[in-house]
């Protein structure tokens, strides 16, 4: 069915969950959900031709509201896209900006809201600004991580243990500190300055301008 019909029975819009609304939610892991292009992976235009399947206006549709997006980002994968390396990009495998701002703009005939999964209490360690903060000690950047001293012979700086097993905390020999990492080995976690100092999160909300919440 062309996107330009998908959704034209639907009489008016849903409920808006930022007007204190109520409504179904449904969650996309887009490696999965959809394949467009036929190479056996899901992506944002996969999305798109099966907005009908999540709501357009009757009955025979699921009805949803929103869609919660699992992450988008441009990430190695080692981490089911959570290991983000740039929060500003789309990771190709799912498509482009374009294929993003077509699906919010598809979504929103449909009376379908979006929602991104917006994960910065860690990135991967080949984000720019991981990589920014363990080029030095003195580094801007620094404290947007959790970095410790080592103890006496070079061992962690404590007992801490990761889900994965073994220490929780990574050794960096370039300046001779461990960091932390989340869940993955590769996935430091963000420090206390990083809230505030994580320009990267206002800018990518700025390129997703059409979003209507994040989680």
Not at 69 to 94: M, Q, W
Request: aromatic share 10%; net charge negative.
């Amino acid at each position: 069915m062309a996107a330009e019909t998908l959704c034209a029975k639907r009489p008016s819009p849903g409920a808006n969950p930022r007007g204190g609304g109520t409504g179904a939610v449904y969650h996309v892991y887009p490696h999965s959900f959809a394949d467009a292009n036929g190479d056996g992976i899901g992506n944002l235009r996969g999305i798109v031709e099966r907005l009908d399947y999540l709501n357009d206006g009757t009955p025979e549709s699921l009805g949803v509201s929103a869609i919660w997006l699992s992450p988008i980002y441009l990430s190695p994968g080692r981490d089911a896209g959570y290991d983000i390396a740039d929060h500003t990009a789309v990771e190709p495998t799912f498509g482009d900006l374009d294929d993003f701002n077509l699906l919010v703009a598809e979504a929103r005939r449909c009376r379908i809201h979006i929602v991104l999964d917006l994960v910065i209490n860690h990135t991967s360690d080949l984000h720019q600004w991981f990589g920014q903060a363990r080029a030095s000690r003195d580094s801007a950047k620094r404290d947007w991580y959790v970095w410790r001293d080592p103890a006496s012979g070079r061992r962690p700086p404590h007992n801490w243990r990761s889900f994965s097993g073994g220490s929780a905390w990574e050794y960096d020999d370039e300046t001779d500190q461990f960091y932390l990492p989340s869940c993955a080995r590769t996935t430091p976690v963000g420090g206390t300055l990083a809230p505030v100092g994580m320009e990267g999160a206002p800018s990518v909300e700025r390129r997703r301008s059409g979003r209507d919440g994040q989680r």
